[in-house]
């Protein structure tokens, strides 16, 4: 039997501003600095009257968060997405009452300096296009109970080699006719996003350090699968940097399609290609140590239901 | 101490072949039918010799998962998202021995008969902009032991209502200026997934029926939070179908801000507003009942690490 | 010799607010009517001062055109794209002194009132996700040499069928491998804009009018190619009114190849298909009247350099 | 009286393949070259038979145009976006009998080596987010009655100065409420596109200095409006090169408002912003010299109905 009789009741439940893009700027001398992020935030606690009577007196209005997002960017900083981030989520559940628990996403998009005759220029900047940089900060709990968890990653990275991969040796069944292949273009669109087991950490120095040791791994590998590319370079990272418990990955298969030019008695030895948009292979995979501390509430997420 | 020094392990993963635009033409009539959609699948199991050597003897292709999703299109037919879906996950499951669990998650695009003269044509069709209706079907373990669940949903349902919404009476800090409401524009563009406690569905019946009880509920329920409508929207869905176990909603506040036509004179009586994009409230909320069995794998999802 | 040795000066200028998002509600019964759109305004005129000295006496702020859509929002009204164009663009022209032309672009995002067992809602809709309608207002000149063009459309129109279309006899050369068809799947996201002779027109009824004349003959002629589907679709509102002087089509034939099942056994008589992104075929058109009076600068668009 | 009589006929048309993805590998040693580009053709001719009566027999299939695009990119390589244009759109006009007239549209994604331990590496590469380099190609007529355009141009360009920027002076009316300010950050996302002279001519070295010339002009000028800095811009690129006849450029002022923090006792000395989606400032305009030649076909577009 598969109908229900219980109650019907609220099961979990958050509410936050999402989006907020805080520029900040700092100018204590001729050589500014720019931070250009995307802030949202989510809270977390018993939020029952609102939801079962409209009762509001427990809810921070979304609008008052995006105020203490652009307050914060001046008044505690906005230097690393981490840091700024732990200030947001530490004030909702240190400072108001209803508040258990308060998870905070960023992103980051880089600017790079204009060079002018090969000088940089103090106060104006491109922005660079490459992997937008992420963070999610979760912290629960009041006073000595509290729980704090911090993920930095980026988005958007994508990464090329036109050698030095091979698929082959592959499952087949009735429906498989993918011929094996021992080079071809590997192209992907990476996510990233690795946990940290403390939060006293050099966030940008880490940050390169990840990225740097992930690209080496990407490049140098000779790949008989995006599986186990990832694998590798999930496994450098955990390697150099012993405070990093786990890192999740995501790989979408960016294919690049060798075109058939042999119809046309045209020679084409790897070099014509077509970019491909859909449908794509989705790897995926998290490389973690046996002895990491518990995720708790650190892959709980802001925008997805449940 | 945060350093960890426990073996480098892999962590969950899964890998497939993501959006597939699979589009069946039912031509057995003058009176075509069509379905489109948009599928993905995912596939679990020990995977771990293509992560740590690069030996895909395990790893039936992203390609051949293509093959299957337009194979099994003609061959198993595709007449609703669930029922395709669990066809495909099932056949994983059962038909691919290194594979222990499989995740499909699927998207339709309605379509809509052209009207001519009052009639509807045959076969052609112009494109319904609506919400997208959605599915994810998960299949896990091999015979007796095998579990499956289905979830349905929709996106992108954008409604929007003119008066019978307040906001008053929240919570107030030092960084709080929102003046309180008691008629506002009220609009989201509502993401809706439910989990049924059975495979033995009307799929399309039950669909339509979800949708009609949640518009209704936003129409006539005078509204004192976005939180308070979505608990009502959930709690008649659950009402009205006693084999859905829960139902999750994400609802982005999509604020219409009142002009500020005073500063010149003119009087706006809730008639002008500009339609804002960023930032906005998101408030998610699931609502389930007490006697729902365990989601299991229900809302391990496709696209998302971890 | 290519170099040029002339005076650097200034060439053609314009300069205004794009995508103000104005929503306007009307409220003077309980049933409530709603009007969504999209508009920017562009204004054009003797503006060398501002790019050649930085000299602003003569620009009007996008400020302040921002504010000048709203206003007029209520103390002109929002009912039709075009009469709302025609009320700011002669503002612009009339109002102020070194505006010589205005070009206002317009776009509607349509919504369809929640339907409640069988009744309409007062106050609540959908968003109707079909085509968008747009609406292209110019005008120029002070006094009696003013001239007033007025440009109707709509983007994203997809339709589609799924029999009724064929393709062969085409020009063939060395790289062509194209099989010709005798039935195949005919699909396209229709951008159309029409040009009227006069601003004395019900807008509404008419546009309805174009867009039932033209799917009715993508509906029911025969194709033989898209550029044929075009014409007569372009044809056939020409014939119906006789104040419209030219309507331009875009068509992206959004190809939706037959999935190559056969090497499977596996019969696909035109009922599995590819929905394939890119790349696309692109046909554009125009149908005119030989005595259409001259365009002038009904077609110099906002967005576009030149 | 606006009703017309005349007949109705075919007016400008084109027909073309949009969006080929092509990546050319350069693997003639192992330090790989990579050029990833997006093309579309663009043919112009006596297609009326096409249109009127279905009849294919001047019509190269769109697919021809694709297969065309991928075989050229090894038969007469990838080295330029313009040279490559070049080459395929006299294919078109001096090979295909019925065409009059060919115009590609291009642009390029770039793609910056990886860098591993300081060294560049041979064949990885991760792409860089920055500008789109493009190119518009147009050759019209036979033999000796050829012309041929060439435009380049980018898309994309981000770039921002945070101060030394100022707004005021400008035309006030009833509805002007902007505050002029003497300092304010000024962004833009930049097109721009310029059109040579000749086809004689160094095509990344140039592409490189015009960037490099506009660049130092939006960081160094003290901008009293964008109109002027853009004007400045423009200028800059004509006074270097005297092979280019002008320039065109379209630059949303993406609008970076200083948050309001002095509500809350907070002092914002341009440290703080909100950066806004819409609506936006658009100023557009062209500088050019007086003696340039007839521009002819040059502008006219690929994707723009008219």
Redesign the interface.
């Known amino acids: 039997m ?26 204590d001398s001729p050589r ?1 600095e ?1 931070h ?1 992020i995307n802030v ?1 935030s ?1 809270l977390r606690g018993n ?1 029952s009257p ?15 968060q ?3 997002a ?2 914060y ?3 505690k900083g906005l230097l690393h997405l981490e840091s700024y981030g732990l200030d947001l989520a530490r004030h909702y559940v240190d ?2 009452e ?1 508040v258990d628990g308060a998870r905070i996403e960023l992103e980051e998009y880089a ?1 790079a300096r ?1 060079v ?2 090969g000088v940089e ?1 103090d ?9 937008i940089r992420t963070s999610a900060v979760t912290v629960e709990g009041k006073g000595d109970a509290q729980r704090t968890w911090v993920i930095s990653g980026f988005k958007e ?8 991969s091979e ?12 011929e094996p292949t021992t080079d071809r ?1 590997m192209a992907t669109s990476l ?1 990233a ?1 690795w946990r ?3 939060t ?1 950490v050099e966030w940008d120095a880490v940050y390169e350090g990840v990225k ?1 040791a992930m ?2 791994r ?3 590998l000779q ?3 995006l ?2 590319t ?2 590798a370079m999930g ?1 450098a990272v ?2 150099k940097y ?5 890192i ?3 790989a ?2 960016k294919h ?1 399609f060798l ?1 058939d ?1 042999g ?2 008695d ?27 501390p518990d995720a708790g509430s650190a ?1 709980r ?6």
């Not at 698929?167 to 993918?178: I, K, R």
């Open positions: 598969t109908d229900l009789t219980g109650k019907i009741v609220l099961g979990s439940n958050q509410y936050g501003k999402a989006e907020n893009r805080v520029v900040r700027i700092y100018r500014h720019i250009d949202s989510a939020f609102a939801h079962l009577v409209g009762d509001q007196s427990n809810v921070l209005p979304t609008d008052t995006k105020q203490t652009y307050a960017a001046k008044t400072d108001v209803p600017w204009a002018i005759d220029h106060h104006t900047w491109t922005r660079k296009g490459e992997e990275m994508v990464i090329l080699k036109s050698t030095g698929f082959h040796g592959f499952l087949e069944d009735d429906l498989t006719v993918l273009v996510t996003q940290y087991t403390t006293d740097a690209i080496e990407f490049a140098n790949s008989l699968a599986q186990q990832l694998y496994e955990l390697e012993p405070f990093i418990a786990e999740s990955m995501s979408p298969n690049h075109y030019l119809r046309f045209i020679e084409n030895n790897l070099e014509v290609f077509n970019a491909d948009d859909r449908p794509y292979g989705l790897i995926q995979a998290t490389v973690e140590r046996e002895d990491a892959w997420t802001y925008s997805v239901v449940g």
